[in-house]
């Protein structure tokens, strides 16, 4: 027996102990270190189960946390077992935002991105929310950097001349002195929002949210923009979400921190 029909014999027998009669497929893509599996069962309801060895504990809290605040998947369950993490959700119904690219008008688009942040960061964070330490965070990334975990390949443009290290150290000499902390999703690229008749259906991917520095989000979906159209769309994208004074060094030092991850 394959040790892939192992791993989907464990995931059948998992799904029994919480739905009756389903069936299920691996989906492609996703995070790399984790596996995807698409769940239907009767009245062909939809959902997505993800597993991977490190844990998916953030996730399932931002999910819980956010729940009936801003739209985000229903969580089925979380349990751990085969040395792995498993997380079960809802599919949301949609499409993810950047997939309307070429079909839906780019205004459209980065004003759809930018009023979905606007509501996300307008939650307020109490106890109960998550709290992202950034110190942690920058010293994850020096431990990515001396594990030779860091590609610098993939590297943005303007940072190809540099090796990890001398990057890592830019990033600790950048690090800001203040934070203005709001609840993040944490990798607010446009495949994380799910988009269904117009309306926003779903965030997805939560793992790395909690709260944090609004420029977090703010610095990965500029370049989101700037990736995928222009820099008035950039303006528009400041002025939908109602940003006035933008602090460029912020944009910079978070657009360079996710250099390592």
């Not at 027998?13 to 299920?24: A, H, N, P, Q, V």
């Not at 790399?32 to 959902?47: D, M, P």
């Not at 203005?180 to 117009?198: A, M, P, Q, S």
């Not at 657009?255 to 390592?260: A, C, G, Q, V, Y």
Request: negative net charge; charged residues 25%; glycine residues 6%.
């Amino acid at each position: 027996m394959k040790f892939s029909q192992l791993k989907d014999d464990y995931v059948h027998t998992l799904l029994g102990k919480y739905f009756r009669d389903f069936s299920f497929s691996r989906l492609s893509g996703g995070e790399s270190a984790a596996e995807l599996y698409k769940v239907r069962t009767e009245y062909n309801r939809s959902y997505i189960l993800k597993r991977q060895k490190q844990s998916l504990e953030s996730e399932y809290l931002n999910y819980k946390w956010l729940q009936n605040k801003v739209p985000v998947p229903e969580i089925i369950f979380y349990t751990h077992g085969d040395g792995q993490d498993f997380l079960c959700i809802t599919e949301v119904q949609g499409k993810s935002l950047d997939l309307f690219i070429g079909s839906v008008e780019a205004d459209v688009i980065v004003s759809s991105y930018a009023r979905a942040l606007k509501l996300l960061h307008s939650q307020k964070p109490d106890n109960k929310a998550i709290v992202c330490d950034l110190d942690k965070r920058i010293s994850e990334a020096e431990r990515n950097v001396k594990n030779n975990l860091v590609n610098s390949s993939h590297f943005q443009s303007e940072n190809q001349q540099y090796e990890p290290y001398e990057l890592f150290l830019q990033l600790k000499r950048s690090k800001p002195s203040s934070a203005e902390l709001v609840f993040t999703h944490g990798d607010y690229c446009l495949d994380n929002l799910i988009y269904n008749e117009g309306k926003l259906s779903g965030f997805v991917d939560l793992g790395n949210g909690g709260v944090a520095d609004k420029y977090q989000d703010l610095a990965l979906a500029v370049r989101s923009i700037l990736d995928n159209f222009t820099l008035d769309h950039v303006e528009l994208f400041y002025r939908e979400y109602g940003l006035q004074n933008i602090d460029k060094s912020k944009l910079e030092f978070y657009t360079l921190l996710d250099e390592f991850f």
